[in-house]
C-alpha cells in the first residue's frame, strides 16, 4: 500500500521557521509532481507550493520568498522550509502527489494525513 507520510509541523512564534517533511512510502517507482497544500479552519484546502522532477518549482502568492519547497527524487520525499512565519499561515498542511507509479499501478491523487502548524502573534 503506497502512502504520504508528513512530520514537522508543531507550535513556533511570528517570524519562526519550520520545516515539513513528506515521504512516500511503498513499492515506487516513479512520482512526476509532489506538492504542498494547507487548509485552515472554515476555509478551502489551497495549494502552497508544488515541485517537478525537473526540478521546476511553483508557489503561491501569500508564500513566494518565504517558503521554499525541495525534493529527493530517488527517496520520493518533499520538503518545505517555512520561514518568516505568520499567524495566517497557520493550518493543516498537507503532501500530495497527483500520479504515483508503482508496483501494481498508478495511483491517482494521493495525500497525506496532514500536519498541524500553528503560528502564535
Known amino acids: 500500500q503506497v502512502q504520504l507520510v508528513e512530520s514537522g509541523g508543531g507550535l513556533v512564534q511570528a517570524g519562526g521557521s519550520l520545516t515539513l517533511s513528506c515521504a512516500a512510502k511503498?513499492?515506487?517507482?516513479?512520482?512526476?509532481?509532489m506538492g504542498w497544500y494547507r487548509q485552515a479552519p472554515g476555509e478551502q484546502r489551497e495549494l502552497v507550493a508544488s515541485?517537478?522532477?525537473?526540478?521546476?518549482?511553483n508557489y503561491s502568492y501569500f508564500v513566494k520568498g518565504r517558503f521554499t519547497i525541495s525534493r529527493d527524487s530517488a527517496k520520493h520525499t518533499v520538503s518545505l522550509q517555512m520561514n518568516s512565519l505568520k499567524p495566517e499561515d497557520t493550518a493543516v498542511y498537507y503532501c500530495?502527489?497527483?500520479?504515483?507509479?508503482?508496483?501494481?499501478?498508478?495511483?491517482?491523487?494521493?495525500w497525506g494525513q496532514g500536519t498541524q502548524v500553528t503560528v502564535s502573534s
Open positions: 500530495n502527489a497527483p500520479i504515483v507509479e508503482t508496483n501494481r499501478g498508478i495511483v491517482f491523487d494521493l
Open positions: 511503498g513499492i515506487i517507482f516513479s512520482i512526476n509532481e
Open positions: 515541485i517537478t522532477r525537473g526540478p521546476n518549482a
